[in-house]
């Protein structure tokens, strides 16, 4: 049986890319939005492929998964690695809870 995600994981999948996008606005010599990020972590996350854009500026996501298609598993792990990967960075996340959540791994 598949569990579909919450609404409130799709906002905070959302919102963390916004907040990876203001803290790290260029990665590997490429400047990134928000739509960068979410393409590139969700490309990450099932395996896709990043290519350049053939015929334009920034890049493509090959074998395309969106996150409508998600289940709650998979965006739960994703939101994990997203916040690790911020963490990793110092990146400035905007939701004040997620800050306790992150203290708290600190002391686990």
């Known amino acids: ?4 995600r919450s609404w409130e994981q799709v906002k905070k999948f ?11 606005p260029v990665w590997c010599e490429m400047p990134m ?6 393409r590139a972590f969700l490309a ?7 290519a350049p854009n053939p015929i334009g500026v920034g890049f493509i996501v090959m074998n395309n998964k969106r996150i409508r298609s998600s289940e709650k598993p998979d965006l739960s792990q994703i939101i994990e690695q997203i916040m690790a990967f911020g963490n990793e960075r110092g990146v400035v ?3 004040p809870s997620w800050l306790a959540l992150i203290e708290e791994r ?3």
Request: proline share 0%; net charge negative.
């Open 44 to 50: 990450g996350a099932f395996g896709q492929k990043i």
């Open 1 to 4: 049986m598949s569990q579909e």
């Open 14 to 24: 959302h919102a963390m890319c916004r907040d990876v996008a203001r803290s790290i």
């Open 106 to 108: 600190k002391v686990a």
């Open 33 to 38: 939005n928000d739509e960068d990020w979410k």
């Open 93 to 95: 996340w905007s939701d």
